[in-house]
């Protein structure tokens, strides 16, 4: 039986790419749709998140040259995980697969993981088989995050970014999840229905340019730590009892040097250095409460994660 099937991408500013995104969607839906595994009312949804080039101009001409193509205008850039949401709770469909519109996820896994939805999987991973495509830097850095994360108790599927299917019910599930910084790839896990993967090798961004520099993949991977995960917490009250333990053997130390030994340790670093290490300690562990703080302060004012402007 066919499945009404939803491809969701988000978009910010690639005017470039997205003729050539937009023409191999519409070969793998057209091939589906003709041997009758999705339904002729399967759609592609284009969600501009606020993009300040032709983006949205283009999406539109793609939906006026083709019906399959459809398109959804955020009020304002709010960001890749709030665009893809108003995709995902949005759009009608059976399936909703997400994917970004830089074609470095290849597009034909999208057969796979319907094959496994129609074989009862309810969220299907599109995950990597290698990052020989990323630099020496990024691979190392996405490795050690991965483990950090997994020793903070999180559950991310390895090698996996936003590139998914999930099936009507993990849509509705997700709907539950309220809190404004919404981490997908940590709550999609916590849905806990039937999951599979499937295997892609990752190549190179089609044309444009990169929307997720250093700064930006630090400030995601930090967002994602402090959204799941309390451990970063539970290290501060470690770590005070680790320098408190110094602190004590310091002063038995300087005790046993004044009273026993009868010497005094002299020195401008034995008095300095303390300082400057307490110091730091406690600034750190300020910033990391700091961050918790101010998701709280986010949360509890319940402001609209996004706004749709306009749709087609």
Same mark, same amino acid.
């Given at each position: ?23 191999? $969607?519409?070969?793998?839906?057209? /091939?589906?749709?003709?041997? %009758? #595994?999705?339904?002729?009312?399967? /759609? ?8 300040? *080039? ?12 083709? #019906?399959?193509?459809? %398109? ?14 108003? %995709?995902? $709770? ?35 991973? %599109?995950? #990597?088989?290698? /990052? ?29 970014? *936003?590139?998914?299917?999930?099936? /009507? ?12 910084? =919404? &981490?997908? #790839? ?33 400030? &995601?991977?930090?967002?994602? =730590? ?14 005070? $009892? ?5 602190? &004590? ?9 004044? $009273? ?53």
């Amino acid at each position: 039986m066919s499945i009404v099937l939803a491809i969701v991408v988000p978009c910010y500013n690639e005017e470039e790419v997205l003729p050539e995104t937009n023409r191999r $969607l519409l070969d793998v839906l057209g /091939r589906m749709q003709a041997d %009758g #595994r999705v339904s002729p009312d399967s /759609r592609i949804h284009y969600v501009d998140d606020g993009s300040k *080039d032709g983006t949205w101009a283009l999406i539109e001409s793609l939906a006026a040259a083709d #019906r399959r193509s459809r %398109g959804i205008k955020l009020s304002r850039n709010r960001g890749h995980q709030a665009a893809l949401l108003a %995709g995902l $709770l949005t759009v009608e469909g059976d399936a909703l697969v997400s994917i970004d519109a830089d074609l470095q996820d290849d597009v034909t896994v999208i057969e796979a993981m319907v094959r496994e939805h129609s074989a009862g999987a309810e969220v299907v991973y %599109g995950v #990597r088989e290698s /990052r020989q495509t990323d630099t020496a830097f990024k691979r190392q850095t996405a490795l050690t995050y991965y483990r950090v994360m997994k020793t903070m108790g999180v559950d991310l599927v390895h090698n996996h970014a *936003d590139f998914r299917l999930l099936g /009507r019910r993990s849509v509705e599930a997700l709907r539950e999840y309220g809190e404004v910084n =919404m &981490f997908l #790839r940590g709550i999609v896990p916590l849905i806990g229905y039937k999951a599979a993967t499937v295997k892609y090798d990752r190549t190179e961004r089609f044309a444009g340019v990169s929307k997720y520099p250093l700064r930006k993949m630090l400030t &995601f991977a930090l967002e994602g =730590m402090t959204s799941l995960s309390i451990v970063p917490l539970r290290l501060i009250t470690l770590l005070g $009892l680790v320098v408190s333990a110094l602190s &004590f053997a310091m002063i038995i130390f300087i005790l046993y040097g004044t $009273l026993v030994l009868n010497a005094v340790i002299p020195g401008w670093a034995s008095s300095v250095v303390p300082i400057y290490f307490l110091g730091g300690i406690q600034l750190l562990s300020i910033g990391i409460l700091g961050e918790y703080v101010a998701k709280i302060y986010l949360e509890t004012k319940r402001r609209p994660r996004f706004f749709i402007e306009k749709t087609l």
